[in-house]
């Protein structure tokens, strides 16, 4: 009997120092800390903001983004691990390469020119805050719970009208599209040709579409450099003058001076200014006609230089516009 008693204790003493050993071996994998509580999380993809995301060492974090990444950067390479391939370019993988806690950023650039900001922190070893390991960012605009953005964008159509052109943009395009205009080398105010070249112009004129509402009249027109130098061109001027006011018996020499009323011009456009040589502007402008005129008055564009502001461009413009 007492045999059998001192074997039991001799076994009792044995299995417990085997049981304290067991337990002191485990004890190094718990020392890494408490146990890492998963954290899986959606984001809206946003450039202004600053994200935070809890790291763990022996842990790797995945960020799942909605495009194909394009690049990353990392403020501490040698605190933090960041991995990205080309054969999985919507994937970023983090984790701390130290059981120090560490902190530091994370930028990452998308394929649509978006940027994502982050903070790396880790509470190394010994901390106990969630971990962070899947990170999905979806678009600002998703149909995620309580977004109806995106299907409302979708679903309503716009009723707002189509954006009107105006007539003064109008008329410049179909002058653009002209691709021989009727040259003219315009009038000198002393003659009454229209088909004269007045001698010492720096370029070429052409009116093109000429329509009239009320008492508004819109011209298009085009010039052309026709000199071996850069010229450029002046906004367009409108006048009404009367030409060569002889009488046969003129006592008064100032009678035989041309009288000239500017036009007030309302709008204008020009698609370009500076001319190199051989090169075309188109134009249009918009101005209010004069309710009437005398037989010999004429209706004359004014186009000039910047260098030739007293030599203008004339081309004589109808006063009443062509058809109904």
């Known amino acids: 009997m007492n045999h059998h008693l001192l074997s039991s204790f001799v076994l009792a003493l044995a299995f417990g120092s085997l049981a304290d050993a067991c337990a002191q071996k485990a004890k190094p994998i718990n020392a890494a800390g408490s146990e890492a509580r998963p954290s899986v999380s ?11 995301l809890h790291l763990r060492p022996l842990f790797t974090t995945t960020i799942r983004l909605p495009e194909p990444v394009t690049s990353v950067a990392i403020g501490a390479p040698t ?10 370019p919507r994937l970023v993988f983090v984790k701390p390469s130290t059981k120090d806690a560490v902190t530091s950023n994370l930028i990452i650039a998308l394929q649509s020119g ?11 070893s010994a901390g106990n805050t969630p971990v962070d390991f899947v990170v999905n960012y979806k678009p600002k605009q998703s149909f995620l719970i309580g977004s109806t953005d995106m299907v409302a964008a979708n679903a309503a159509p716009s009723h707002e009208p189509p954006r009107q052109v105006a007539a003064i943009d109008e008329a410049l395009k179909r002058q653009s599209e002209v691709a021989a205009p009727n040259w003219v080398g315009g009038l000198s105010k002393g003659t009454k040709s229209s088909d004269r070249k007045a001698p010492g112009k720096p370029m070429l004129g052409a009116v093109g579409d000429v329509r009239e509402r009320g008492e508004e009249m ?7 450099n026709t000199t071996d130098h850069w010229i450029e061109v002046l906004p367009p001027q ?9 009488t046969g018996k003129v006592k008064d020499k100032k009678k035989l001076e041309i009288l000239a009323e500017q036009v007030p011009i309302m709008d204008y456009r020009l698609n370009a200014r500076r001319l190199g040589p051989g090169e075309r502007a188109d134009g249009a402008v918009q101005f209010s006609r004069p309710g009437f005129k005398q037989s010999k008055d004429r209706l004359l564009l004014q186009l000039a230089t910047t260098n030739e502001v007293d030599h203008p461009l004339l081309i004589q413009v109808p006063f ?4 109904k």
């Not at 605190?79 to 999985?88: G, I, R, Y």
């Not at 819109?218 to 052309?224: E, F, G, K, P």
């Not at 409108?238 to 002889?246: F, H, I, M, T, W």
Request: no cysteine; aromatic share 4%.
């Open 42 to 52: 959606d984001l809206p993809v946003s450039s202004s903001t600053v994200t935070d």
């Open 79 to 88: 605190l933090f691990d960041v991995e990205h391939s080309d054969e999985e």
């Open 114 to 124: 978006q940027e994502i900001s982050m903070r790396l922190i880790s509470d190394g």
């Open 218 to 224: 819109l011209v298009a027109y085009s010039v052309m």
């Open 238 to 246: 409108v006048e009404l003058n009367s030409p060569n006011l002889e």
């Open 320 to 323: 009443v516009a062509p058809g």
